[in-house]
């Protein structure tokens, strides 16, 4: 039988409807805050990414957990989020936990705060531990801008067209990805950007096994290459140094773009990656190219 959530079942709620993001310790229990351990205590109901994983969660922090627990991940997030929303509009308080860091953050999390916002219902959060500013502390790389860019495309492909869009963003960057596909992410960067690129990888932050490399992309790649990191890596990446303002020429514009087609790249994919490279519109490069 699929379950789905009977209003009519559940006591009357205590207080207005309301849903609460909590931010979850990446790794280690002492990271929660004593806001968390209360609302985890008293929500009516509690979404979690992994139940068991926040069944133990609550066993190490010693809370009891006094409303239904439910899972909410990736595979049942547009099933569930109606079910949700009609708990919050009956005037239940509903918690929301991932598995570390705070919801919407490439967690689940979107569909929920957006269906609860068009239904009229308060949102806030319990503000915890997130890997992204985690990270961009301990990279020791400029934190004043910066932009968060999850995880790349699955697809070499598709990761390497992401990649030379990106290469002239000078705010620092930001990225998660999986291990077995570090590897070539890392060998794609610094191809892209540059070998000799600043950044940091940082694995299994605040766990027994953190750990912290920073070196140039052409270094971290042979390092990676080496020892096939393993656990969740967060990897901050300096940005694209300012260029000078001035416009390379028309004839330096053609030579970038043959060199990169001589290298097999397709017309369209050396044009953006000049244009990237440059600081151009891909149109301006596009117009010089085809005159």
Do not use: Q
Not at 69 to 84: C, D, H, K
Not at 119 to 145: E, I, K, M, N
Not at 236 to 242: L, Q, T
């Amino acid at each position: 039988m699929k379950e789905r959530f009977l209003v009519g079942e559940m006591s009357e709620p205590g207080r207005p409807g309301r849903l609460v993001l909590l931010g979850a310790p990446l790794g280690n229990p002492a990271d929660a805050s004593a806001r968390f351990r209360e609302v985890l205590a008293t929500a009516d109901v509690v979404a979690a990414e992994d139940t068991r994983r926040l069944t133990r969660l609550a066993r190490d922090l010693d809370v009891t957990v006094g409303g239904r627990i439910v899972s909410y991940f990736e595979g049942n997030e547009e099933r569930r989020t109606p079910e949700l929303v009609e708990v919050l509009t009956a005037g239940y308080l509903v918690a929301l936990v991932t598995d570390g860091g705070m919801p919407s953050v490439s967690d689940p999390g979107y569909r929920l705060v957006r269906g609860a916002l068009d239904a009229g219902v308060p949102v806030t959060a319990a503000p915890g531990p997130s890997a992204v500013t985690t990270a961009l502390a301990l990279s020791g790389l400029p934190c004043d801008r910066f932009c968060f860019e999850g995880f790349l495309p699955r697809s070499p492909g598709g990761r390497r067209s992401r990649l030379r869009a990106l290469a002239a963003e000078e705010r620092t960057l930001v990225f998660f990805e999986a291990p077995h596909r570090i590897v070539g992410a890392l060998a794609d960067l610094a191809a892209t950007f540059g070998a000799d690129r600043p950044a940091a990888l940082c694995r299994e932050l605040t766990k027994t096994y953190e750990e912290i490399v920073r070196r140039p992309l052409g270094e971290l790649a042979d390092w990676a290459a080496e020892g096939e990191p393993r656990g969740e890596i967060t990897l901050v990446v300096a940005g694209a140094p300012e260029r000078p303002a001035e416009r390379p020429d028309d004839d330096t514009l053609r030579a970038a773009v043959a060199e990169r087609e001589a290298a097999g790249l397709s017309r369209r994919d050396a044009i953006s990656e000049v244009a990237a490279g440059y600081g151009l519109r891909r149109r301006d490069v596009y117009t010089v190219v085809h005159a």
